[in-house]
């Protein structure tokens, strides 16, 4: 039992990184991950509440204060296990959850002293799991008799079909691209989420039963329609947010302008930094600028320091205070050498006479009045303008809603941008048997909320499925 | 992995390869393509279904070797697969009885034209084809487009064969002949379609051109396809690949088609080097 004698608290532990100088010739992970005796010091620092705070912050209700103790007893497979119940891809969310405003953020160790660590311990004992061999399959429920078609393979997708699958449902998952795993193979580099650990999490869920279909385009290939009239009783829509936006200005088709989408995939899905091992080819100058300030800009700059590039560049209309990424990813970017330009934004692009891109017209900004997101809008500097020289720009400014298979679906409800409505809590759509969630009905959010949907998508069509009643 | 059940050589380095696709052949409507890759570390190209058997469960498509992926899958055979093969992609021709349409096709671009203007003369149109090519031995497909075609002309570069000289020539003539041409259709190197585009525009007759750029996803997903048509933004693989031809900009077509120029080159001569230290395979 425990003494009553006050032990100090060890202090936040580190996970160590890969040394910035190094890690930007390659694209090995730049965390490093936790050793057992770092876990276990992390882990003492919870006090285990009896009504954790933690848990309000986690989407699918991760029981934190459970599966930490359990790391405290060094059952680390067990501690797995555990977040297991209630999330089935959490050597993912350990990575790429911004764990800072979700469940660190309510953690009350935070209030006095720093959270606890819990994203980073849920990816020690995942992958403790996962290199001890000891994944385990839960054995295959009875069958219902019912089909389930889901379409789109990122998280959202992923965690209905797992979670219906462990119900004893048939579930296909349909996907595009040639390899499962939506943004988290196409979008999220290697550096910051291996692709081999992707391709263990689908093994996982294949393993459960389910059948994942690739190279599957719905609303080409097949359509929803198609889906019922083939005995499916239930659809789910997971196609994330797929339409890269670019800027109307001058110049914005000239050569080496690249959307996020376009360079990241080139690079992550198609691995271009191999070439020429790999067909696809990649090309960045050696300056070059990335626009917009969240994550996907720093997996961008960040690729492209790694591709060989001298100087990199973010140009954000607005100041470091208002940059949406992630304070890690900030500060990896800024250790790595990525030049951080605040307050400009782009006019046009100028080329040269091979249409390529080598140079562009910023203007400066200044920041006004609170706009609706409550940040200060980014009001253009008249006569601001000057002439700032790159080779190769990537436009990181977000993403909508891809048409291509909802426009074909009969009564179904997008809302003004495009997206689709869905009921937050059962993700009904307004076509009887369809169901949706992820970055398609909320836009761009994140890998745990997009599982979110997924597993409330589980409960409600399972509801569905049993009553017959919509 | 889609089993390779027919290849057939059309004409040097033009070869035709009906691919088994069930799926794909259920739903293909002419004008729309498929996007391949041919093994693990290949690149995703798009290519242009030119016929379907839907008993068979197939689909054909004809491929000119220009470069590392078309002169590897040149080198598969009957009973060979190709790991991935996804579509039908893009908008489906717009097919209607128009009149009379010409349907221009340049090069390999007749196999993207034949199955399109076999879908006009489907619709009830006249329809007068024009296959261009190089020279003799890069005509493809003469028999098969005879056989629906109203009127078939042929030219090539050097004369070896039918008229000397380019498509735009013989289109010329047609035109200034006096006939009413409703509708052309045209499909080749991009240079061919812009010199077609300029033509007919002083005609005033409608032209929808199927545009070739470079592509990876095919799903509106990337935007590395996009194209200028009317000044506006517009992403080939899903707006297109058909386009109102007096409205793209096809130099930047062009710049943006060599934007790799340097590294196809260089996987192209890597593929070739290794090809030639290997064992052969026959
Ligand atoms: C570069 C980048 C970095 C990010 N970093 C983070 C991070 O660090 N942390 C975080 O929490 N979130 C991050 N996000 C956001 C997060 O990845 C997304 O919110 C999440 O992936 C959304 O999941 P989803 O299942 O809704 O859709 P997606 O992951 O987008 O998957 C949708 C899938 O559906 C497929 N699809 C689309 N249309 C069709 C169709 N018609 N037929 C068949 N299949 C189709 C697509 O090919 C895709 O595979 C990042 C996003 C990007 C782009
Ligand atoms: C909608 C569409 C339909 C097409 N239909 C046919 C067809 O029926 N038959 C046919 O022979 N060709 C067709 N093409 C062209 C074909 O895709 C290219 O020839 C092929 O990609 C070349 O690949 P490569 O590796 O052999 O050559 P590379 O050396 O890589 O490239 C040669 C040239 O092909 C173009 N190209 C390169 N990569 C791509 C890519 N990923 N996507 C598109 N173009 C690329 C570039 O202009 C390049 O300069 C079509 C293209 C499009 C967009
Ligand atoms: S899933 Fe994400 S939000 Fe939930 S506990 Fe784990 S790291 Fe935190
Ligand atoms: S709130 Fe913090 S200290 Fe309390 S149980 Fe959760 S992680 Fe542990
Ligand atoms: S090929 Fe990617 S958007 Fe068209």
């Known amino acids: ?470 | 992995m889609n089993k390779i059940v027919k290849k057939q050589k059309l004409a040097d380095g033009i070869n035709l390869f009906e691919i088994e696709a069930a799926l794909i052949a259920r739903k293909r409507k002419p004008g729309q393509f498929v996007i391949l890759r041919l093994d693990e570390t290949g690149e995703r190209i798009p290519l242009t279904i030119a016929d379907v058997n839907r008993e068979k469960g197939t689909v054909t498509i004809i491929v000119q070797v220009v470069g590392k992926t078309t002169e590897q899958l040149g080198t598969l055979g009957e009973g060979n697969s190709i790991l991935d093969v996804v579509g039908p992609l893009g908008q489906p021709t717009y097919i209607k009885k128009f009149g009379t349409v010409v349907a221009v096709g340049g090069g390999v671009g007749h196999a993207v034209c034949y199955p399109i203007a076999r879908g006009m003369k489907d619709a009830g149109n006249y329809l007068i084809s024009i296959i261009g090519a190089r020279n003799k031995k890069l005509v493809i497909l003469e028999e098969e487009t005879k056989s629906f075609s109203d009127e078939l002309y042929i030219t090539t570069d050097d004369g070896s064969y039918g008229r000397k000289g380019f498509v735009t020539d013989q289109l010329k003539e047609i035109i200034e002949s006096g006939k009413k041409v409703d509708l052309v259709l045209a499909s080749g190197p991009a240079i061919m379609m812009k010199f077609v585009s300029l033509m007919t525009k002083e005609y005033r007759i409608k032209t929808i051109v199927s545009l070739n750029s470079i592509m990876i996803d095919g799903t509106g997903m990337c935007g590395v396809c996009r194209v200028e048509v009317g000044g506006k933004t517009k992403f080939a693989c899903v707006d297109g690949p058909e386009f109102d031809g007096h409205e793209v900009n096809y130099d930047l077509l062009m710049k943006r088609l060599a934007s790799y120029k340097e590294e196809e080159k260089l996987a192209h001569e890597c593929y070739l080097k290794t090809m030639a230290n290997s064992e052969p395979i026959n």
């Open chain 1, 1 to 470: 039992m425990k003494k009553k004698k006050k032990k100090k608290r060890a202090p936040r532990q580190e996970m160590s990184r890969q040394d910035a100088k190094q890690r930007v010739k390659n694209f090995n992970e730049v965390a490093l991950g936790y050793s057992i005796e770092a876990a276990i010091l992390e882990a003492s620092r919870c006090i285990g509440c009896p009504k954790p705070k933690c848990v309000d912050g986690c989407p699918v209700f991760v029981d934190i204060a459970g599966f930490i103790s359990l790391i405290q007893e060094k059952k680390f497979v067990e501690a797995s296990r555990k977040i297991k119940l209630t999330n089935v891809l959490p050597a993912i969310c350990g990575r790429v959850c911004p764990q800072e405003t979700q469940c660190e953020i309510e953690c009350v160790l935070g209030k006095i002293d720093e959270p606890v660590a819990i994203g980073r311990l849920e990816r020690f004992v995942s992958d403790y799991e996962a290199e001890a061999g000891e994944i385990e399959i839960p054995a295959r429920p009875d069958p219902k008799g019912k089909k389930v078609g889901v379409v789109g393979s990122g998280p959202a997708g992923l965690t209905l079909a797992g979670e219906l699958a462990k119900m004893g449902y048939g579930v296909t998952i349909f996907e595009a691209l040639h390899k499962p795993g939506g943004v988290l193979v196409y979008g999220i580099p290697e550096f910051r989420l291996p692709k081999a650990i992707v391709a263990r999490e689908v093994d996982f869920i294949e393993k459960l039963g389910v059948e994942v279909k690739t190279n599957f385009v719905v609303g080409r290939t097949a359509s929803v329609e198609d889906f019922f009239n083939q005995g499916y009783d239930a659809i789910f829509l997971g196609l994330g947010a797929g339409l890269p936006w670019f800027l109307d200005i001058p110049g914005i088709n000239l050569v080496g302008i690249y959307s996020a989408n376009e360079f990241l995939t080139r690079n992550n899905l198609m691995k271009a930094y191999l070439f020429p091992e790999y067909d696809t080819p990649i090309k960045v100058g050696k300056k070059v600028v990335v626009i917009g300030g969240g994550n996907v800009a720093m997996d961008s700059v960040r690729t492209s320091l790694r591709l060989g590039a001298d100087e990199t560049h973010i140009i954000y209309r607005r100041s470091r205070k208002e940059l949406p990424a992630r304070e890690e990813e900030i500060e990896n970017a800024e250790a790595e050498g990525v030049i951080f330009d605040f307050l400009v934004n782009p006019v046009e692009f100028l080329g040269d006479e091979e249409g390529r891109i080598k140079a562009m017209k910023l203007i400066r900004m200044e920041l006004g009045e609170p706009d609706s997101s409550g940040r200060r809008r980014p009001v253009p500097i008249e006569g601001s303008e000057f002439e700032y020289r790159c080779n190769t720009c990537v436009i990181a400014i977000g993403q909508g809603a891809n048409p291509l298979a909802l426009s074909a679906i009969e009564g179904l409800k997008l809302n003004k941008w495009g997206y689709i409505e869905a009921d937050w809590d059962t993700t009904k759509t307004s076509v009887k048997g369809v169901f949706a969630g992820g970055d398609i009905v909320t836009g761009e959010a994140t890998v745990i909320e997009a599982m979110g949907f997924g597993r409330r998508a589980s409960i409600a069509i399972d509801k569905y499925l049993s009553t017959g009643e919509w």
